[in-house]
């Protein structure tokens, strides 16, 4: 079965600055999708971003990037120009790509990221 | 768009006693997750279903069962509540693969809150 490790349970920053969330994920699959998803003190699952594995391209939307490394399993978070509404769960997830459709989505523990004004 | 509708959004229950989370998603997807979520755990898949009259289980499917009335809607049932119930569950829904824009991107629904005294 896949895992989803993420090690840092809590992580806090200043407001402007730049943080790095980790993410490492055990997987003898060779495709599949990775994604970031944030969860604000709303409860509201959002996508933040995503990585196909087959491309070697890192994902970037606007302030967020990836820096995803296939041979060492790594998928790390980067958070540039933090903003106070950056506050939030984060959480790494695993979906293997199935030839039936039964895709599942596999999550970390999260990290609980605090923007400090 | 409403999304993925869950209700409700809060409930209390007595040890012992029943209940069914109601999930409905109006964007005409074939896969259906639900997910719950507890402090430090992240989201652990509890079923899913990969179309209208299949369900599968996923990694905490004990004390759980679910029923896919239809394409649109996927119930969560407790049949005899316990403590370790209480938790925040999610209802996801996914673009299916043939569907053309495959992003694998779970939407997911605003979560309910349950707790069993």
């Known amino acids: 079965a896949q895992t989803v490790t993420q090690s840092q349970p809590e992580m806090s920053v200043q407001e402007a600055e730049t943080v790095t969330l980790s993410c490492t994920y055990d997987t003898s699959e060779n495709n599949y999708y990775l994604f970031w998803y944030k969860q604000p003190p709303s409860r509201q699952m959002i996508l933040v971003i995503r990585?196909?594995?087959?491309?070697?391209q890192n994902a970037t939307e606007n302030r967020f990037s990836v820096n995803f490394q296939k041979a060492a399993k790594s998928f790390s978070l980067k958070i540039s120009d933090s903003q106070l509404g950056d506050t939030a769960m984060y959480f790494c997830a695993f979906m293997k790509l199935l030839l039936g459709g039964s895709e599942k989505l596999v999550f970390g523990k999260g990290t609980k990221l605090t923007v400090n004004p | 768009n409403a999304g993925v509708t869950q209700t409700p959004k809060f409930q209390v229950l007595k040890t012992g006693q029943s209940m069914t989370l109601q999930c409905a998603q109006d964007?005409?997807?074939?896969?259906m997750y639900w997910y719950r979520q507890d402090p430090g755990m992240g989201l652990r898949l509890i079923y899913y279903?990969?179309?209208?009259?299949?369900?599968d289980k996923g990694e905490v499917p004990n004390g759980y069962n679910v029923s896919r009335l239809n394409k649109r809607e996927f119930s969560l049932r407790l049949e005899s509540a316990a403590p370790s119930q209480t938790s925040v569950y999610f209802c996801?829904?996914?673009?299916?693969?043939?569907?053309?824009?495959?992003?694998?991107?779970?939407?997911f629904g605003e979560g309910s809150r349950l707790t069993v005294l």
């Open positions: 964007m005409n997807h074939n896969s």
């Open positions: 990585q196909e594995a087959y491309k070697q």
């Open positions: 996801a829904s996914r673009l299916d693969r043939t569907a053309g824009l495959f992003t694998g991107e779970l939407f």
């Open positions: 279903s990969a179309s209208e009259g299949t369900t």
